[in-house]
Structures are given as C-alpha cells and as structure tokens.
C-alpha cells in the first residue's frame, strides 16, 4: 500500500471514463493502462461497470467475455503490481468454468493478486438484455482494503437494502460500486449513495461509467457523477458527467467515529430479529 502524504489517510481515485463503440476492447485497456499510471501514490482505484466490454454491447457479450485470466484482468494485476495499489477494476463479462456468464467485479491488491470477486446478483432487467444473458451470483465476501473492510456490490444492488444491510453485519467498512446508471435516472443514483453510506455508516465509493452507449438509433446516456460518501452521508467528492479522474484522500477512521458518535449499527436489529416480531396490529377490537 502507498504511503499518502498523510499517513493516516488513503489516497482513492475514482476513474470515471466512457466505452465509446467506435474503440476497440484492446485499445480502451491501453488506455486505461496509461491512464492509471498517471497517478503514482494511489492507494485504490475504482472503474465502472463492464468499462473494458461496455455495457449496452449486449449483442456482443459472448465474444467479448473473458475469464479471470483475461486481458482486462491481467492489465489490472500488472499495472496494480508496478503502481503498489489496489485496483478494483470495475466489472468485466466473466465466462465461468461452466460456461455461464456472469458480471463480475473484481479487486485486485497491490501484489496483483486478486483479493476479491463479486459477481452481481441483481441483474438488471428494465431496459436491458443482462438479466437474460448473464447468470446472477450466489456469494457475499467482506476483505481488508485500503479503507478497512471492504466489500462489493453492482449498479442495480444499490436499490436493495437488505444486501447493504448483510454486508454490513458481516463487517464491511467500505462498499465499492461500479455502476452504468444511466443520466435519465441520476436523480436515483445520487440519493441511493447517500442513503446507503447513512443507512450503515460505511464509505461508499460509487464510480459511474459516462458517455454514451449502445445502438446508434437508441443511444443511452451514461449519468457519470461519480462520487465518495462518507460514513455520515456527507458527498465528500464528485465529478461532472465527462471522463474525469477524481482523486481525494481519505481517512479510515471515519467510519469508527461516526459510529461511536451516532451508533446506528450496534441499535439495529438482524434481518431475523425484524422477521420475527409479531404481526399484532395492536388496533382496538369492536
């Protein structure tokens, strides 16, 4: 891990860039590749949802899946070992063994090991073809990272409480989201981070592809505005809706006080205890 300025912080960029259709996979990695290495002394970056495949590319999902070994993830270990930071590197068409495919996120440390893979469980289905092409995911995982505890999720996840709500009782401190949300429903995104970050009182680092995607006749407009959230749903940076690097340094320790200061997390019931109460209306009986 890089030392920042600060020791007590962590320095996080937020890669916020488009997947135009006129450039080719190969040569939006190489750009990618040089772009990270313009930035020496980040502790973690973060890219959005299928950035390398391109999300609306859905007629193309097949040829352009890829393993665990593949060209996408094999740039972020090189580039993550050179640099000495942790990489999450958005999301990418993942061909499992079976032959499934899957959206899958990957954080990569700063070895260029890969220290965590999440593959979405909500996939989408309003609008898009991912809920037909791709197989949702069965697993939640929480790992050390820059930030402390840290944990995945996709896009679409961030409107579903009760995954939040399970990965902050298994530990996680920071939440990683690569997302393609698209700029007609941005209103959505920019309150589903925050309500999320004050819900459970963890860093939320949200980065949102921009430009536009998808057929010619029909394009969709990426939202951009990718954005950090502290742990008291303060928006501590954010970009405008054009490719953009977004840098800020951060302090780990947030999260602890904002918890000790207000504590929401130790006053929360488990899922089962809120299943288990009575159904009692408690209303008058004539």
């Known amino acids: 891990m890089n030392a920042s300025i600060d020791p007590t912080t962590r320095r996080v960029a937020l890669v916020q860039i488009a997947s135009p259709a006129d450039e080719s996979r190969e040569a939006r990695i190489e750009r990618v590749d040089q772009l990270l290495r313009r930035y020496p002394g980040v502790d973690l970056f973060v890219l959005p949802e299928l950035w390398s495949a391109g999300y ?15 060209p996408t993830v094999a740039m972020g270990r090189r580039v993550a070992r050179d640099l000495g930071a ?37 996939v989408f289905g309003y609008q898009s073809l991912e809920s037909e092409l791709l197989t949702p995911g069965s697993s939640l995982s929480v790992v050390p990272g820059p930030l402390g505890l840290t944990a995945g999720t996709t896009c679409y996840d961030l409107r579903f409480p009760g995954l939040w709500q399970e990965l902050s009782a298994r530990g996680a401190e920071a939440v990683i989201v690569p997302a393609a949300w698209p700029a ?10 925050q309500a999320r970050a004050v819900e459970h009182q963890l860093w939320v680092l949200a980065c949102n592809a921009c430009g536009s995607q998808g057929e010619a006749d029909a394009p969709v407009q ?12 303060r928006v501590v940076a954010e970009c405008g809706d054009g490719e953009e690097v977004l840098v800020v340094d951060l302090d780990p320790g947030r999260v602890a006080e904002v918890r000790t200061e207000f504590p929401v ?21 004539d």
């Open 184 to 193: 007609a429903r941005r209103e959505h995104w920019c309150l589903l981070t």
């Open 86 to 122: 942790s990489i999450h590197l958005g999301s990418i068409i993942e061909r499992g063994s079976d032959g499934a495919l899957h959206n899958t996120a990957v954080l990569i440390d700063e070895t260029g090991r890969i220290a965590q893979t999440y593959r979405k469980i909500h």
């Open 222 to 233: 990426l939202g951009g505005f990718s954005r950090v959230v502290d742990p008291s749903g």
């Open 56 to 70: 609306f590319s859905f007629d193309h999902y097949d040829e352009l899946a890829e393993t665990l070994d593949g």
């Open 265 to 285: 997390i130790a006053d929360r019931l488990s899922t089962g205890d809120y299943a288990a109460l009575s159904t009692d209306v408690g209303a008058e009986t």
